[in-house]
């Protein structure tokens, strides 16, 4: 099975940082990498498929890349909004779907 | 509106069984892949089930023999039947669909309902 590193667990920033989070797979998995944000007591939402769309509707602050087994999720200049659990997903494995362990990003 | 609205959750003793329903609308149910993926309190997201739009249903280890996923397209609804239920069932149960195509690996979750509480203990 292809296992998801994600890192870190959890992260302090400010409003106006630029924050990275990384997801790393066991092996490759060419751009097949999604990615998700979820406030506390709400189901998740899409953010980014196939690695570095960007989802319709979703503010630009937000960017994915990467390929092969290295992933980032990129916010350019952070919001009051946008402190909250992320994730990353594997859709390589059909059928299987792997998430990864998450990352907290809360207030500094 | 689109959207899917899940129900049926709640309290269960250890060995019991729980059948969970997922309301769609605004979309065609049909022509989707639909899942359940489960978050305990305060920890992560794991995906419980798919069933696909020809009815073929895949589960990972931790729930193979114990749960079944069917779906009504007549009536838009998705069903998980959980049976055998131990207390690391315990979580939060979403129904969500998938847009892409899972076998190709484009997959991905583009709609969530908002949950049901599943609690098994005695």
């Known amino acids: 099975d292809i296992q998801m590193t994600q890192s870190p667990s959890s992260l302090s920033a400010s409003v106006g940082d630029r924050v990275t989070i990384t997801c790393r797979a066991s092996?490759?998995?060419?751009?097949?990498l999604n990615w998700y944000q979820q406030k506390p007591g709400k189901a998740p939402g899409l953010l980014i498929y196939?690695?570095?769309s960007l989802r319709s509707g979703v503010p630009s602050r937000f960017s994915g890349s990467g390929s092969g087994t290295d992933f980032t999720l990129t916010i350019s200049s952070l919001q009051p909004e946008d402190f909250a659990t992320y994730y990353c997903?594997?859709?390589?494995?059909?059928?299987?779907?792997?998430f990864g362990q998450g990352t907290k990003l809360e207030m500094k | 509106e689109v959207q899917l609205v899940e129900s049926g959750g709640g309290l269960v003793q250890p060995g019991g069984s729980l059948r969970l329903s997922c309301a769609a609308s605004?979309?065609?149910?049909?022509?989707?892949?639909m899942h359940w993926v489960r978050q305990p309190t305060g920890k992560g997201l794991e995906w419980v089930s798919t069933?696909?739009?020809?009815?073929?249903?895949f589960y990972p280890d931790s729930v193979k023999g114990r749960f079944t996923v069917s779906r009504e397209n007549a009536r838009n609804s998705l069903y998980l039947q959980m049976n055998s239920l131990r207390a690391g069932d315990t979580a939060v149960y979403y129904c969500?669909?998938?847009?892409?195509?899972?076998?190709?690996?484009?997959?991905?979750?583009?709609?969530w309902g908002r949950g049901t509480r599943v609690t098994v203990s005695s």
């Open positions: 196939g690695a570095s």
């Open positions: 069933i696909g739009t020809l009815a073929d249903t």
């Open positions: 605004g979309f065609t149910f049909s022509s989707s892949d």
């Open positions: 969500a669909r998938t847009t892409g195509d899972f076998w190709r690996g484009t997959a991905h979750f583009d709609l």
């Open positions: 997903q594997l859709s390589y494995n059909a059928p299987v779907f792997t």
């Open positions: 092996q490759t998995i060419t751009t097949y």
